[in-house]
């Protein structure tokens, strides 16, 4: 977990609620990930993005929007959480040969 | 059907004992294999890393065989430790023509036990 960290590390809310993981590093790495992990399957990509102001889409991508104004912060954002959003999210620093995960945000959506 | 599966799902052994994780992939084309250990509550670390020259990588206690040809790796644990219980992610990056992706086994549960 050395040098990037994700805030909050547990979070509950309810159906309809927007919410927000952000994922920090301090190793000025220009890529970063999100993913979700659920019982079942394995860790599926949210969203990367390969420098400032610059996103695209992984594989489950619809629900969830990201934003990346700064080299260390990485936001990933429910606009409006559903029950099937209920996960453990990490969020990932590094090239993709060499991925430095987070410890990971478990959100429960009721 | 997933493209890496991982066998067993789950594994309880005594500590001190070896054990031996597998990984089947059909992703091709294949660019790298890696390990992964993931401890309850934490994100996952890497073990090992292996491209499709390489045939044994060792890092402590655990060494990972890849048989590019049979697409099969395998992650031996010698001497287990308590600290080994984890769940053990294998994961191979597919090579495409647009980039590499990445694609993640949903592990092998280990719990070592006295």
């Known amino acids: 977990d050395a040098g990037i960290t994700q805030s909050p590390r547990h979070k509950v809310t309810e159906t309809g609620t927007p919410v927000t993981l952000r994922c920090h590093q301090t190793?000025?790495?220009?890529?970063m990930y999100w993913y979700r992990q659920d019982p079942g399957h394995g860790l599926r990509l949210i969203h990367y993005?390969?420098?400032?102001?610059?996103?695209d889409k992984g594989e489950v991508s619809d629900g969830y929007s990201v934003s990346r104004s700064k080299t260390e912060d990485f936001l990933l954002t429910l606009e409006s959480a559903t029950s099937s959003q209920t996960s453990v999210y990490f969020c990932?620093?590094?090239?993709?040969?060499?991925?430095?995960f987070g410890p990971g945000t478990r959100l429960t959506v009721l | 059907k997933n493209q890496v599966e991982q066998s067993p799902q789950s594994l309880i052994i005594l500590e001190g004992k070896n054990c031996t994780l597998q990984?089947?992939?059909?992703?091709?084309?294949?660019?790298?294999l890696r390990w992964y250990k993931q401890d309850t509550g934490r994100g996952p670390v890497s073990l090992t890393i292996?491209?499709?020259?390489?045939n044994t990588k060792s890092n402590g206690r655990y060494t990972a065989t890849l048989d590019a040809d049979t697409k099969q790796s395998s992650l031996h644990i010698t001497a287990s430790q308590l600290s080994d219980s984890a769940s053990y992610i294998c994961?191979?990056?597919?090579?495409?023509?647009?980039?590499?992706?990445?694609?993640f086994g949903t592990g092998t549960q280990l719990k070592v036990e006295l």
């Open positions: 292996m491209t499709f020259s390489e």
């Open positions: 993005s390969y420098g400032v102001k610059d996103t």
């Open positions: 990932a620093m590094g090239q993709l040969n060499e991925q430095f």
């Open positions: 990984c089947n992939y059909t992703v091709s084309p294949f660019s790298n």
């Open positions: 994961v191979v990056t597919l090579n495409t023509g647009g980039g590499n992706k990445l694609t």
């Open positions: 190793e000025n790495h220009r890529y």
